[in-house]
Nanobody
C-alpha cells in the first residue's frame, strides 16, 4: 500500500503561483503525477512524470505548470504559475507502483478573478 500526502493548495489571485507537494510513503514508484477535478466535471490529467523523467502535460497547463520529482524524498511537485480561474479544482496526487494505482486525498486550489 502506498500512502500519498499532499500539501500546498490554497486561494490565489489570477496570475499568481502555487506549489503543490505530494510525499509518498514508499520508493520505487514508476509514475507520479497530478490530476484535478472541478465541480461538476470529471477528473482530468494535469501532468505526470515517469522514473525516467519523461513528462506529460495536459494542453491547458503547458507552459504554465511544471512537474518535478525528488527521488530521495519520494516526493512529486507541481509548480503552477500564471494561474487562471479555470484552474480552480481539487488536485489529486497519483502514483503507479508495480502496476497498482494510488491516490492522495486531494488538495483544493482556488483561483479568484
Amino acid at each position: 500500500q502506498v500512502q500519498l500526502v499532499e500539501s500546498g493548495g490554497g486561494l490565489v489571485q489570477t496570475g499568481g503561483s502555487l506549489r503543490l507537494s505530494c510525499a509518498a510513503s514508499v520508493n520505487m514508484i514508476s509514475i507520479m503525477g497530478w490530476y484535478r477535478q472541478a465541480p461538476g466535471k470529471q477528473r482530468e490529467l494535469v501532468a505526470t512524470m515517469t522514473k525516467s523523467d519523461n513528462t506529460n502535460y495536459a494542453d491547458p497547463v503547458k507552459g504554465r505548470f511544471t512537474i518535478s520529482r525528488d527521488y530521495a524524498k519520494n516526493t512529486v511537485y507541481l509548480q503552477m504559475n500564471s494561474l487562471k480561474p479555470e484552474d480552480t479544482a481539487v488536485y489529486y496526487c497519483n502514483a503507479v507502483r508495480w502496476g497498482q494505482e494510488f491516490w492522495g486525498q486531494g488538495t483544493q486550489v482556488t483561483v479568484s478573478s
